[in-house]
């Protein structure tokens, strides 16, 4: 079973910086995809970027692009979203996500597991 641990969220003022990790167990990756998404205070859970383990590609969110970067580490299993120059709007819950490669990759479609995720809060 596939176990997915969020961490290095917190508080941060607004243009700060914060780097998220999602530690991946329970599986090999290499036919996956691994994405973060958020959920905001009364807010649907939106998609922000997406990466292919075998070969690293990735995909954003307009909001993340120029902002955002994923990546992986696949010695660790471990993939991580780098977020700089952050905004008020950013404040939420940041989750993890796997499953395997499908056509809507690149828009954070097909996943199959998720983190319990990580609260991210940017005070203005």
């Known amino acids: 079973q596939v176990q997915l641990v969020e961490s290095g969220g917190g508080l941060v003022q607004t243009g700060g910086s914060l780097r998220l990790a999602c530690a991946a167990s329970g599986s090999t990756f290499n036919n996956y995809v691994m994405g973060w998404f958020r959920q905001g205070p009364g807010k649907e859970r939106e998609f922000i970027a997406t990466i292919i383990w075998l070969g690293g590609r990735t995909a954003y969110a307009d909001s993340a692009k120029g902002r955002f970067t994923i990546s992986r580490d696949s010695a660790y299993n471990t993939v991580y979203l780098q977020m700089n120059s952050l905004k008020p709007e950013d404040t939420a819950v940041y989750y993890c996500?796997?499953?395997?490669?499908?056509?809507?990759?690149?828009?954070?479609?097909?996943?199959?597991?998720w983190g319990k995720g990580t609260p991210v809060t940017v005070s203005s």
């Open positions: 996500a796997a499953g395997a490669l499908k056509s809507t990759w690149w828009k954070g479609g097909g996943m199959d597991f």
